[in-house]
């Protein structure tokens, strides 16, 4: 199943070059920005401000080069500053300021 010109860069499933690599299935503890973002997604979803839906969409146009680097946490925390902008919930000015007082 190697037809890599028909799949988006993100759909991995099948594709000889990543099935030669072992699948980590091991228990591993998540970081506190993994549960930070997970908890605003969740938050987000609640509140109806964000669907996963939308999540996926938007990680699913992180572009290919990128897309690779990001860790998974860090994929979703970029679909949701995305979609956030998007839709106006937050400007650019206001994320640029919360980034600068980390």
């Known amino acids: 199943?190697?037809?890599?010109?028909k799949r988006s860069h993100h759909d991995?499933?099948?594709?000889s070059k990543f099935m030669c690599e072992a699948?980590?299935?091991?228990?591993h503890a998540l970081?506190?920005?993994d549960r930070e973002?997970?908890?605003?997604r969740g938050v987000l979803g609640m509140k109806q401000i964000m669907t996963v839906d939308e999540l996926r969409r938007s990680?699913?146009?992180?572009?290919e080069a990128e897309y690779h680097k990001l860790s998974y946490y860090r994929r979703w925390i970029r679909s949701i500053a995305a979609?956030?902008?998007?839709?106006?919930v937050i400007s650019e000015d206001e994320l640029r300021a919360a980034l600068e007082a980390k």
């Open 83 to 88: 979609t956030l902008l998007r839709k106006g």
């Open 12 to 15: 991995m499933g099948g594709v």
């Open 37 to 40: 973002v997970d908890a605003l």
């Open 1 to 5: 199943m190697d037809n890599d010109d």
């Open 59 to 63: 990680i699913e146009s992180i572009p």
């Open 31 to 33: 970081t506190e920005f």
């Open 23 to 27: 699948v980590d299935i091991e228990p």
